[in-house]
């Protein structure tokens, strides 16, 4: 079974310009999740998405952040315009249905985001 | 409020001893997960073992179990025969109530494990 993939890996950008990373989860995978890991840090919670509604999004700074699940399935996540504040690595997971307690996530290989 | 806390910034170990990284959470929710996943330098985070709240027995998975102390609020990872390959950051993660049915994942700081040949 294919996991959770991602892409690009690795993304430089300066500061001002825009972003965006791709996720395609688990075949079957009802929810999606994106979450932000400064350097140092566990993993923070940006977006869920249950199928392609938005579960919650209460982290996600709006003014600059962007995400999208079309048809359910893959995810887009956009930054615009980047701040060097955004640097981290940015990691994709998805899980089965997202609403019970054994429900597991699984996470891709992230994207290292370095904006200078 | 729901809160993940794991203390040891850092472990040694040498090779082919048990090490034990701790974590202790704290929750009004009688019914969590607790979860414990690995990320190595290339930064992917790979699950290792799961331990739901009702669960009597505590899990195990390989070279890996779950010291699960409900009274005590405490999920500690007990990792056996230590390897080479076992270097990496260790986050323990809590499942909460987002909004409606949603769960989602709260992690701790993480605790980088280093095993010495």
């Known amino acids: 079974e294919a996991g959770v993939a991602q892409s690009p890996r690795y993304k430089i950008i300066e500061k001002r310009q825009s972003v965006a990373f791709w996720c395609n989860p688990i075949?079957?995978?009802?929810?999606l999740y994106w979450y932000q890991q400064i350097l140092g840090q566990g993993p923070k919670l940006l977006i869920q998405?249950?199928?392609?509604?938005?579960?919650?999004d209460s982290q996600l700074p709006k003014d600059r952040f962007s995400a999208e699940r079309l048809k359910g399935v893959d995810s887009t996540l956009k930054i615009q315009p980047a701040k060097l504040e955004d640097s981290a690595v940015y990691l994709c997971?998805?899980?089965?249905?997202?609403?019970?307690?054994?429900?597991?996530?699984?996470f891709g290989p992230g994207t290292r985001l370095t904006v200078l | 409020a729901q809160k993940i806390t794991q203390t040891q910034p850092g472990m040694f170990v040498q090779e082919k001893e048990a090490v034990t990284l701790d974590c202790t959470y704290d929750?009004?929710?009688?019914?969590?997960?607790l979860f414990w996943y690995k990320q190595p330098s290339s930064g992917e985070m790979i699950f290792l073992i799961y331990q739901g709240s009702y669960d009597q027995q505590n899990a195990t998975e390989g070279r890996y179990s779950l010291n699960f102390q409900k009274a005590r609020k405490s999920a500690n990872l007990v990792i056996s025969a230590s390897q080479l390959g076992d270097s990496a950051m260790y986050f323990c993660?809590?499942?909460?109530?987002?909004?409606?049915?949603?769960?989602?994942?709260?992690f701790g700081s993480g605790t980088q494990l280093t095993v010495l040949p």
């Open positions: 993660a809590m499942s909460v109530i987002s909004s409606g049915s949603a769960r989602q994942l709260t």
């Open positions: 998405f249950q199928n392609n509604g938005v579960v919650d």
């Open positions: 997971a998805s899980s089965f249905s997202g609403g019970a307690v054994t429900d597991t996530q699984y």
């Open positions: 075949s079957g995978h009802a929810t």
């Open positions: 929750t009004s929710d009688p019914s969590y997960g």
